[in-house]
């Protein structure tokens, strides 16, 4: 069983449409990253927490300790927003998830 | 600032070829990171140096070593290059000293064919 799990793999939405994308995980940790993969392939991180909820512009992150669940928010979807979301864990190592493709339709 | 940069863009090799990726940051950061993306098994962490004058392993070193030159640059080198190791490679870099204890910076990639 891979130590982090992201659902959906593949995600296709309407412009405006609120989008979920989450992400499981089996290791004790103490912080989680959030990241941004462009279509031309470069990385950009969005956030790291390790407790609670963050909030910039549209995109809104939460963790929860207890259940190993995070979850990526993002607000009035844009068809700029295609890209692949990617989580990692920082346990022993730092883990990453193999991400979760989202499309956003005009 | 140019943030994280890497030499080269692409390169391709022969099997038993040796080559070294160069990474620098100009953003003063301690930490600095190299890791290998892929397709269908995400970004995995090689090597890291949490500080100056320190490196570690990662998930997946084997076959690869790495320098920290100075505080600016982290190189990682292939001594015998494999088809195994194709695959897109980034550097990275944070503020904080630590794994994974800061945001991350990360360079443009570098796409290493073995042939």
């Known amino acids: ?106 | 600032n140019a943030g994280v940069t890497q030499t080269p863009k692409f390169q391709v090799l022969k099997t038993g070829q040796s080559m070294t990726l160069q990474c620098a940051q100009d953003m003063n950061h301690n930490s600095m990171y190299w890791y290998r993306q892929d397709p269908g098994m995400g970004l995995r962490l090689i090597y890291y140096s949490a500080s100056e004058g320190t490196t570690d392993k990662g998930e997946v070193p084997n076959g690869y070593n790495v320098s920290r030159l100075n505080k600016r640059e982290f190189s990682l080198r292939l001594e015998s290059a494999a088809p195994s190791q194709t695959s897109v490679y980034f550097c990275a870099s944070s503020r904080v000293r630590g794994l994974g204890t800061d945001t991350q910076y990360f360079g443009p990639g570098t796409r290493l064919t073995v042939l």
């Open chain 1, 1 to 106: 069983k891979n130590e982090v799990e992201q659902s959906p793999q593949n995600l296709t939405a309407q412009e405006g449409e609120f989008i979920t994308i989450n992400c499981s995980y089996s290791v004790g940790i103490s912080a989680l990253h959030w990241l941004q993969q462009h279509p031309g392939g470069g990385i950009v991180s969005l956030f790291m927490l390790s407790s609670g909820k963050k909030k910039h512009g549209r995109l809104i992150a939460t963790i929860n300790i207890q259940e190993k669940h995070s979850s990526l928010h993002i607000t009035a979807s844009h068809p700029r927003d295609s890209a692949v979301y990617i989580c990692a864990v920082r346990g022993g190592n730092l883990i990453f998830g193999k991400g979760t493709k989202l499309s956003v339709k005009p």
